[in-house]
């Protein structure tokens, strides 16, 4: 006989926990099982193991998924202020970063510990170390097989996240089990990754690993964001890389204006007034760093000479070519570092209101496993406590 629950959550990450919570509160027997060892292990290296838990500004543009329009209903129905709510009830401590992010002062352990304890239910159990073998479509719900039993249930939800670090427990399972039911699926790639270079521009660049600049970047579909790129020894980085390569397709140029904080044809045209026999090195290196105008230079990109030499025609050229520094990657580090998965279960196939498939009656899907994926800066879970409440409301 197979041991009978309400609900079956496969995964007790993010969205699983807090779909498990509020499935608990309304009275559902409740199993959650997962692969790993234990619960929550993306949120406890999360935010630098501070765990950007959301934003303080949360709408459907923070958001990448193909009908933009799907994730309203859950927003809206869990907030980032509920999420606070909690957050504040639990006496958690947090801080307020750059653009409305909302990090725990102490320990992303903190926010494991507020799940597990909103979970703290007699109707709710959870198992680690579970294989799931099988799932059977049963006139009453489903039954599941495995490793160690039979369980069944009248409503499965599946939270087993995207693909993004492997040795993090990541699988393709939620895929598999939307494939096996016929719901379509977006291809799914990296999100929130870094850039690699081809091999030129990797050998030119690799000495300035380390390097942060403030930047304005821009991918070939208009999308732009303001915040630091960083050098690395193997590409591109830092926020604004992360956040435009949920936009950017292979092939593609990026275009960064590299001060975005002042017109250099302006700036140059003063220095050239105040100090002619000035270099163009140095001048460049007094709003640059060094080592990245060196890099230039000796790629032939910008010629030194002393300002006084520079005319019109070259004072607008090295305008331009800062302001819309071009590069084209070669691809991203791929899951192994990315933060998010792109792509995943369509979102046509779900019910926006209570995450239930809408040909599959009793399976619904909470968190990354479907085609939503936020920007860098707390989205990503609020997509999976908003998502994870709403299927817990409905399950
Ligand atoms: P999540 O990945 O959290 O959970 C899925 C669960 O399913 C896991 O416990 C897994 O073990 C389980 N599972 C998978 N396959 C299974 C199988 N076959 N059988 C059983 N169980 C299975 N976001 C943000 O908003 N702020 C931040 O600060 C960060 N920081 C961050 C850092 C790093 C390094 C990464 C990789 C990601 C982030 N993110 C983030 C993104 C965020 O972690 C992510 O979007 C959420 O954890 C997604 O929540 P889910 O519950 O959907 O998946």
């Not at 608990?24 to 765990?51: A, E, F, W």
């Not at 947090?94 to 510990?113: M, N, P, T, W």
């Not at 979970?119 to 479509?137: G, L, W």
Request: aromatic share 8%; hydrophobic share 40%.
């Amino acid at each position: 006989m197979a041991n009978k629950y309400d609900v079956v959550i496969i995964g007790a990450g993010a969205a699983g926990l807090m779909c498990a919570a509020e499935a608990g509160k309304r009275g559902r027997s409740v199993l959650v099982v997962d692969h790993g060892k234990k619960p929550g292990r993306k949120i406890l290296i999360s935010g630098g193991g501070r765990c950007n838990f959301t934003n303080m500004d949360v709408a459907a543009n923070n958001f990448v998924c193909r009908n933009p329009h799907f994730v309203k209903s859950a927003l809206s129905q869990y907030t980032q202020w509920d999420f606070i709510g909690m957050v504040c009830q639990h006496g958690i401590d947090y801080e307020e970063r750059d653009h409305g992010q909302l990090f725990c002062l102490d320990s992303a352990k903190d926010i494991v510990q507020m799940l597990l304890s909103e979970c703290d239910m007699p109707n709710i159990a959870q198992r680690y170390q579970v294989d799931v073998h099988s799932i059977e479509k049963t006139e009453s719900g489903f039954t599941l097989g495995l490793n160690t039993d039979t369980v069944s249930c009248e409503s499965l939800v599946v939270a087993t996240g995207g693909l993004s670090m492997p040795k993090l427990g990541a699988t393709p399972f939620g895929y598999q089990i939307a494939e096996q039911f016929g719901l379509k699926m977006i291809p799914t790639t990296a999100g929130l990754v870094p850039f690699t270079l081809h091999v030129e521009d990797k050998e030119a660049l690799a000495d300035l690993s380390g390097i942060a600049v403030p930047a304005v970047v821009e991918t070939e579909d208009g999308t732009s964001f303001k915040e630091n790129l960083l050098f690395t020894h193997r590409g591109l980085s830092g926020p604004v890389i992360l956040q435009v390569s949920s936009y950017w397709k292979p092939g593609q140029k990026i275009t960064a204006d590299l001060l975005p904080h002042l017109t250099l044809a302006d700036t140059l045209n003063d220095m050239r007034e105040a100090h002619p026999n000035q270099s163009l090195k140095n001048s460049l290196s007094r709003l640059l760093p060094k080592r990245l105008i060196e890099a230039l230079i000796e790629r032939g990109d910008v010629q030194d000479k002393p300002l006084k030499q520079l005319n019109h025609k070259e004072l607008a050229l090295l305008s331009e070519y800062f302001h819309q520094w071009q590069i084209a990657p070669n691809g991203t580090e791929g899951y192994r570092t990315a933060e998010v998965t792109l792509g995943g279960v369509d979102t046509d196939e779900l019910s926006s209101k209570t995450m239930e498939a809408k040909k599959v009656k009793g399976l619904y899907f909470a968190g990354e496993v479907m085609d939503v994926s936020g920007w860098l800066g707390g989205y990503n879970f609020q997509w999976a406590w908003s998502s994870g409440y709403v299927a817990g409301q409905y399950a």
